[in-house]
Every structure is written in structure tokens, then in C-alpha cells.
């Protein structure tokens, strides 16, 4: 579903992203794990079309980044790391507005933000400007946004950030019931133990390279770790001394 070959972004002689190779099959959810400005936004952000790379290739749903940014944009849902929502608007205008981009009809978006707003459990905030809600709560509804075209593809820019753990895992659960609808997710977290339940492979990524990549449980046996967090220390750890 998705495919990244040797792919490079440099920001004014700074390489954020230096020539990295991975493949997310169609289904899978695909983790990207790192340090702060280890290049993780920056490589969802060239998959989602959003920035231009500066070599190397990335296809997404078949299509080139470089040259279908239109087509991919409609088969992808992208969710920011600072929500993207309207403060001002209410939680169904928010979702209207974004679903009005889609060009979805007026009717269908009304069925489809009813479905949303009951799977994400938000429901009963439906009416509240999104500047009054908790970050638990604005996340969902950033989430609800991503998915009002129902892409088949999710970009998830650190989806969990910034919430306490019983909403961090609420968010992850819905993530593992995209995965269920048959979505193919990627994302960036930072936490290790929840990622390793919801994630299928990961890549690990520091200053711009792929440290390692591949299934969990295919890494695990191969460092000999127990747990993905020993991976993440391992790699990661043995890079930084
Ligand atoms: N628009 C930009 N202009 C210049 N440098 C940038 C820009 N975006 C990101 N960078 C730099 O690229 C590197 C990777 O950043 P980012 O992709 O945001 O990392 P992460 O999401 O892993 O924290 C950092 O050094 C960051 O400062
Ligand atoms: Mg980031």
C-alpha cells in the first residue's frame, strides 16, 4: 500500500530525512518510532503530499507523491500533530466543513458525521466549539475528521501525544478497530508498550536514517529482546553512544 524508496528531505542543507527504504502492506498497522526531530513528521508529511521530497520516491496507493498529489489526497486520511480543527466551529461544523472538501453530498455527510461522531464516542459534545473541549476529546474529533471520507489509508501524526494514558489507550483502541475495518495506518507514537499491542512492523528512525524496520515480533527475535521498549533502547541507545 505504501512504498518508500530511498527517500531524502533536506530544509536548507539540513537533511531531515536521509535516503530511507520501507513498505507498509495493504491492512497493516505500521509505526514509526524516534526521538524528537528524528524526521517522522517530515516523512508523513511527504507521504501525505503535503511537502515535496527532495529525491528518491514514494508511492502511496499506487500513485507517485510527486505526480498524483490529487488522487492520493482522496484515498488518505492525514491527522495532524496539532489537530487541524476550526477552534471556533462546533465539533458537526467542523466535520461538515471538512467533509464539504471531500465533496461529499450534503445528506451523506450528515449519515456519515452521525457514524463518526457515535464510533468515536463524542455524541453528546456534538454541538460544543471545539476551543472548549479537553485534548482527549479535540484528538477524537481530529481523528473523526481524518476519516470523514473513509480513506483507506490513515497518516497518524503522534496520535496519542500530549493525553493521559486512559484516553492514550482509548485512542489506540480505535486505531486497533480501523485496523479491524481493514485500514492501513501508519504512525508515529511514542509509546513503546501500547504500539507494540496495536502495531504489526515499525521502523525505527533517528537523525533522518532507518535504524532498523521490519515485524515486531521478526525484530524482537533477532535482537533477542522481550518487549519492543528493549528494542527501542537497544537501537536507538546504541546510535546516540
Ligand atoms: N519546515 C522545516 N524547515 C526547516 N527544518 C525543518 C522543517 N521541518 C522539519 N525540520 C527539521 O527536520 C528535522 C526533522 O523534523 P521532524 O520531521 O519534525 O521530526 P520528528 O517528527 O521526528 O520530531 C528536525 O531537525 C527539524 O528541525
Ligand atoms: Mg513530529
Not at 511527504?46 to 500513485?63: D, N
Not at 490513515?154 to 493525553?163: A, I, K, V
Not at 482509548?170 to 501508519?186: N, R
Amino acid at each position: 500500500m505504501i512504498k518508500v524508496k530511498n527517500l531524502t528531505k533536506e530544509f536548507n542543507g539540513i537533511t531531515a530525512v536521509n535516503d530511507i527504504s520501507f513498505q507498509v502492506e495493504e491492512g497493516e498497522v505500521f509505526a514509526f518510532l524516534g526521538p524528537n526531530g528524528a524526521g517522522k513528521t517530515t516523512t508523513v508529511n511527504i507521504l501525505s503530499t503535503l511537502l515535496a521530497p527532495t529525491s528518491g520516491k514514494a508511492i502511496v496507493a499506487g500513485y507517485d507523491v510527486s505526480k498524483k498529489g490529487i488522487k492520493i489526497r482522496r484515498l488518505i486520511g492525514y491527522l495532524p500533530e496539532d489537530f487541524g480543527l476550526y477552534p471556533g466551529l462546533t465539533i458537526i461544523q467542523n466535520l461538515d466543513f471538512f467533509g464539504g472538501l471531500y465533496k461529499i453530498s450534503k445528506n451523506e455527510r450528515k449519515v456519515r458525521i452521525e457514524e463518526l461522531l457515535e464510533f468515536f464516542d463524542i455524541w453528546e459534545k456534538k454541538n460544543a466549539p471545539v476551543s472548549t473541549l479537553s485534548k482527549g476529546t479535540k484528538q477524537k474529533v481530529s481523528l473523526a475528521k481524518a476519516m470523514i471520507h473513509n480513506p483507506e489509508i490513515l497518516f497518524l501524526d503522534e496520535p496519542t501525544s500530549g493525553l493521559d494514558p486512559m484516553i492514550a489507550k482509548e485512542v489506540l483502541d480505535m486505531i486497533t478497530e480501523l485496523k479491524k475495518d481493514g485500514k492501513t495506518i501508519l504512525m508515529t507514537t511514542h509509546l513503546l508498550a501500547r504500539a507494540e499491542k496495536v502495531c504489526d512492523s515499525v521502523a525505527l528512525i533517528s537523525e533522518g536514517e532507518i535504524l532498523c524496520v521490519g515485524k515486531i515480533a521478526e525484530i524482537k527475535s533477532e535482537l533477542k529482546t522481550s518487549t519492543l521498549e528493549d528494542v527501542y533502547f537497544a537501537v536507538i541507545g546504541e546510535n546516540h553512544g
